[in-house]
């Protein structure tokens, strides 16, 4: 079985998400590390920190992507974690930078739909040609269309706990 690195965005502020979405997301990362698979993260603090929790609980494999070209720079000028990361690349492209080259590295990315529109990762998933998975948990789909945008039809979307985890095994299978 070849090993597989998936992107885990979601909501880059830790105050808006509530406890069963960190939960979540600290199960979507245990359920990647169990597979064997390799999270790659954005090093922020919301959903992917979580995620990059849940994996190394399980010693499984986080690779952050940071858009500092130095350790000094990415906490003292982006002031971001590196907290259960196993290793680092720092880009020294900025955000945007940093964001192509962690949705490139990866072979799907799987995205926690909060309450604002998908960033840029998505519109690199689809250009990539890398699957796009959506966590809509449970929101009505009028929301998920206008928050996906010209992604809407391109993503694949999943509103239980269940169908993403499932959907997590069907690609390590």
């Known amino acids: 079985m070849t090993q597989k ?3 885990v965005l979601g909501k880059y502020n830790p105050l808006n998400y509530s406890l069963y979405e960190f939960e979540f997301a600290r199960l979507v990362g245990a359920h ?3 597979r064997g698979g390799v999270i790659a993260t954005d090093t922020g603090s919301g959903f992917s920190a979580w995620a990059s929790l849940g994996s190394s609980e399980v010693q499984g494999m986080t690779i952050g992507f940071s858009p500092a070209s130095s350790r000094y720079e990415h906490e003292n000028h982006y002031r971001l974690s590196l907290e ?3 290793s680092v690349v720092y880009t020294g492209f900025g955000y945007l930078g940093r964001d192509l080259l962690m949705v490139r590295s990866s072979d799907a990315v799987l995205v926690f739909l909060g309450n604002e529109k998908i ?4 519109l690199l998933a689809k250009e990539l040609q890398k699957p796009l998975i959506v966590i809509t948990l449970g929101k009505e789909d009028e929301i998920v269309k ?3 945008g010209d992604l809407y039809d ?5 509103s239980s706990q ?3 985890l499932k959907r997590i095994e069907i690609m390590f299978s």
Do not use: D, F, M, N
Request: net charge negative; proline share 0%.
């Open 154 to 158: 391109y993503a694949e979307k999943y």
């Open 32 to 34: 990647i590390g169990q």
């Open 119 to 122: 960033g840029h990762e998505g």
């Open 5 to 7: 690195t998936v992107a």
């Open 146 to 148: 206008e928050l996906l």
């Open 84 to 86: 259960h990361v196993s």
């Open 162 to 164: 269940k169908e993403v």
